[in-house]
């Protein structure tokens, strides 16, 4: 069994904090942990506005609190984020996050992050060498 407490995570190495200061992540769950996935609470600044694209990864987002937006950038469409909102990242959705006030969200990945991850020029993680070999194999 696994027990980790956030407050405790919060103060290791285990939250990340973005370069362009868009979010902070304290990663509760990575691929060392064996799960398949790995699990995240991330913290969206007020008035954040950016890009991704996980190409290598598929994810589920649930938003715990705050208010704000994702678009998707293959039809248009924009869709609110609030309290008890899902959006599942399904088809590698191109997409904008945008958050009218701080929002928190509880993150899941697969395949799982190794912890270190932030974003690349095209708002994606990289995969690792041993995970690419696996899906490959």
Known sequence: MI?????DAEKTNRKIVSPDGNWDSTRLLLKEDNMGFS????TIYEGADFQMH???HLE???CISGEGEVESLVDGKKYAIAPGTVYILDKHDKH???AFKEMKMACVFNPPLNGKEVHNSEGAYELDAETIVSLES
Do not use: A, C, D
Not at 39 to 42: E, G, K, R, S, V
């Open 96 to 98: 904008i996050l945008r």
């Open 3 to 7: 027990v980790r407490h956030l407050q």
């Open 60 to 62: 589920s987002v649930f």
């Open 39 to 42: 699990f995240h609470i991330t």
């Open 54 to 56: 996980y190409q290598n």
